[in-house]
């Protein structure tokens, strides 16, 4: 069955620790999107991908990247400059609708 | 600045009774519209999806309706279930690339 994987499902991060949330699809998409999801705010375009080895900021962009080496995979590291990290992380893929992951929730410890 | 606004939060209905929820929408370029389900700690689904060119679109217990002069959409959801509890997201597809622009979301509760 085609689908978009996310790992892991819960992730602690240490203060001052980067972290990378795993994506992969087998969809065969060309674009790929990260969001967060905060209480009451809604869903957060971080991070998107419309092509293998490119890639766009998206409206919270500041103390993440991403890389796009592959086309199934669409890795995002939060960096120690992500001064509010703890969320929950969806990876999408698509583009005139979106097949979403399961998520990551991320909690800083 | 919020292109796709939901202004309720919350919607709490009777089971069996229609659930209506509400998005409105900034950029008069959006020309198609997407409503997700979320239920707690999983990715949203996909429900139903409108084109600019249309104004009704239904799938079941389904219904979007789309206002372009007022730029509003709605989900009509008849009759409703309590597994229909889960948080709803509208979504607006921009003018650049296929990005989406995602509400606030509506959280809906429906009792037995």
């Known amino acids: 069955d085609g689908g978009i994987t996310q790992s892991p499902k819960y992730l602690f991060r240490k203060e001052g620790q980067n972290v990378t949330l795993s994506c992969e699809q087998n969809?065969?998409?060309?674009?790929m999107y990260w969001y967060r999801q905060d209480p009451g705010q809604g869903l957060r375009l971080i991070y998107y991908?419309?092509?293998?080895?490119?890639?766009q900021k998206g409206d919270i962009a500041e103390g993440y990247s991403v890389s796009r080496e592959k086309k199934e995979s669409f890795p995002l590291t939060v960096t120690s400059a992500q001064k509010n990290p703890t969320a929950f992380y969806l990876c999408?893929?698509?583009?005139?609708?979106?097949?979403f992951g399961s998520g990551t929730r991320l909690t800083v410890v | 600045d919020q292109q796709v606004k939901q202004n309720s939060p919350s919607l709490s209905v009777q089971e069996g009774r229609i659930s209506i929820l509400n998005c409105d929408y900034t950029?008069?370029?959006?020309?198609?519209f997407l409503w997700y389900k979320k239920y707690p700690a999983e990715g949203p689904t996909f429900l139903i999806s409108?084109?600019?060119?249309?104004d009704k679109n239904e799938d079941g217990r389904f219904t979007v309706f789309l206002n372009k002069s007022a730029k509003h959409l709605s989900l009509h959801i008849v009759p409703s279930q309590p597994g229909d509890s889960a948080v709803y997201f509208c979504?607006?597809?921009?003018?650049?690339?296929?990005?989406?622009?995602f509400g606030q979301g509506t959280e809906l509760s429906v009792k037995p």
């Open positions: 999408a893929s698509g583009f005139y609708g979106y097949t």
């Open positions: 969809l065969n998409h060309d674009a």
């Open positions: 991908s419309q092509i293998v080895n490119d890639f």
């Open positions: 950029n008069s370029m959006f020309d198609y």
């Open positions: 409108i084109s600019s060119i249309k």
């Open positions: 979504a607006a597809k921009g003018n650049q690339g296929g990005k989406l622009i």
